[in-house]
């Protein structure tokens, strides 16, 4: 030993000195390995015969959903590499909506596959370039294998809102809520915009009671919120002119902790009296306009109204809503299409919005609010979702939330392509093709890529209990009969055309997954080393 140190050293001072790759080659495979544990933690949760997962969190919550994003979003995740596979999947959230477990359970395959050909000596730079090229080539093979669509062509719409409701919890009432999702997004696009849906045009009101059943859209505005009862005033009002105010019908306070000292009577008569007078010039100013409807948004300085006001207001038969939050005043006033009101000098007949009837209406054990007939109504859509449950509740609303995505990314995107693992098994078969092609390293590295994409088929296969390698190798075989369309018909347990079966995506969902997937993959590859900064 002693003899083979003193001969390294001279040779050490004319060539470069060794560095220790030791610690480098580590933390690549551990970033790795944990990227793994995410996708494994997710990888049963894919497709119609997935697992549900139940999360407790540390309040004592507990969520019972199958949905990828939604599941590592409350995981509790330490390692830096595994928080980019949480990271993913909420990329994928926004960007297409659906196929949030897709995208973890395929970059954990591409994961496994860097392992293997980092293990055989191949350069992380060399396999990173494979990757960003095989995902251009992908993107490619899937937009041909699309299949173009109209908007008014509402059945394709329906069946891919209810090929992304099937794998949920909720799947039973995929007829229901695919329709509901796909009429709710129509409602809302803007023929100057065709192109652009804005998810927030749509209100998703959750209400206890009932079943799933009983979810419907309603033309107008919802609220859970009962009417203001206090002094009696109305809770039904037909031909309403509806005023939006951010300010308060209150008497005014200090700005800051005062105490005024009242020392007789008569100064304290004078105090009510003016408080009566300056609450009573409000109401006369709002009366005067012919409103006869006020929503109030929540004050965080002072109560918005007082016993007082509301005893004057309904004197005045005007029905009083409150605590309106501050997140909803924007979709309210679009959809009423009327003003915001911050200040009583500004109360104007022109702000007011018009509607044929609010009526406060008996829904389970509590009340909503529901304003109907709206004149130059916004376009919005209000959904009221009914739940026997408050897990339930939850999941129908992640669920109809998903359903909503898909119908909006083939209105960004109008494509549709088949689902149930076939486009994988067609990219995997073209990719395989393409990289015999190839030369040296990028060939091989791009048939492992190849074979990486089959994880899709294979756990859709293992999730339903079918045996993953005769149904994986017999769509293989399929496919390279030239059967583009055959995938894994999860209900009959075996290999059909899934296009005729109505299993459709939209294809921005598997071209982002893919892209999404890939580009993690290739930042966890590029790490080669953790800094950690006190």
Request: glycine content about 6%.
């Amino acid at each position: 030993m002693a003899a083979a140190s003193t001969a390294s050293r001279p040779r050490a001072s004319k060539s470069e000195s060794f560095v220790d790759n030791k610690r480098k080659e580590d933390i690549r495979s551990a970033n790795i390995n944990a990227g793994r544990a995410v996708a494994d933690a997710v990888r049963t949760s894919l497709g119609p015969k997935g697992m549900d997962k139940m999360i407790s969190t540390a309040s004592g919550e507990v969520i019972i959903t199958n949905d990828g994003a939604t599941i590592l979003n409350k995981m509790d995740v330490i390692q830096p590499a595994a928080k980019m596979m949480v990271e993913l999947s909420k990329s994928q959230d926004s960007a297409a909506g659906d196929g949030t477990t897709t995208v973890v359970v395929l970059a954990g395959s591409f994961l496994r596959v860097c392992q293997s050909l980092l293990g055989s000596g191949i350069h992380p730079t060399v396999i990173s370039d494979a990757l960003h090229k095989s995902c251009a080539k992908s993107v490619d093979i899937l937009t041909a294998m699309a299949v173009p669509v109209e908007l008014t062509d509402r059945d394709s719409l329906v069946k891919s809102a209810s090929t992304s409701l099937n794998s949920k919890v909720v799947s039973q009432y995929s007829t229901l809520l695919a329709p509901l999702a796909v009429d709710a997004v129509l409602s809302v696009i803007d023929p100057e915009k065709p192109e652009i849906v804005d998810l927030r045009d749509i209100k998703i009101v959750k209400k206890l009671g009932g079943t799933v059943d009983d979810t419907h859209t309603v033309n107008g505005l919802v609220f859970d919120k009962k009417v203001s009862h206090a002094a009696g005033g109305p809770t039904r009002m037909e031909n309403a002119k509806i005023a939006v105010i951010q300010f308060q019908i209150s008497p005014p306070k200090t700005d800051i902790e005062q105490s005024i000292v009242v020392s007789d009577y008569t100064q304290m008569d004078r105090i009510l009296k003016e408080e009566r007078n300056y609450i009573l010039g409000m109401i006369k100013k709002i009366k005067a306009t012919g409103c006869n409807v006020l929503l109030i948004q929540k004050s965080i300085l002072r109560d918005a109204v007082t016993e007082l006001s509301l005893h004057y207001l309904a004197k005045a038969k005007i029905m009083v809503i409150k605590d309106v939050e501050r997140d909803e005043i924007e979709f309210v006033t679009k959809t009423l299409n009327c003003l915001p009101i911050a200040n009583i000098e500004h109360f104007r007949a022109e702000k007011l919005g018009y509607a044929d009837l609010v009526e406060e209406a008996s829904l389970g054990d509590g009340k909503i609010l529901k304003i109907t007939g709206i004149k130059d109504m916004g376009r919005t859509t209000s959904v009221l979702v009914r739940g026997s449950n408050q897990l339930v509740l939850d999941e129908a609303e992640r669920s109809l939330h998903d359903a909503l995505c898909v119908v909006r990314c083939l209105v960004s995107k109008r494509f549709l392509i088949a689902g149930g693992g076939a486009p994988e098994i067609e990219l995997s078969r073209q990719l395989g093709a393409w990289a015999k092609v190839l030369h040296g390293m990028e060939g091989y590295c791009v048939k492992s890529f190849a074979e990486a994409l089959e994880v899709i088929p294979y756990t859709l296969a293992e999730n339903a209990g079918l045996n993953p390698i005769a149904i994986v190798t017999e769509l293989r075989n399929k496919h390279a009969q030239g059967e583009i369309n055959s995938g894994i018909n999860v209900r009959k347990g075996q290999i059909t055309n899934i296009l005729e079966e109505n299993v459709v995506q939209p294809l921005l969902v598997s071209t982002s997954a893919i892209t999404l997937a890939t580009e993690c993959v290739r930042m966890i590859l590029k790490i080669d080393d953790i800094v950690t900064v006190r």
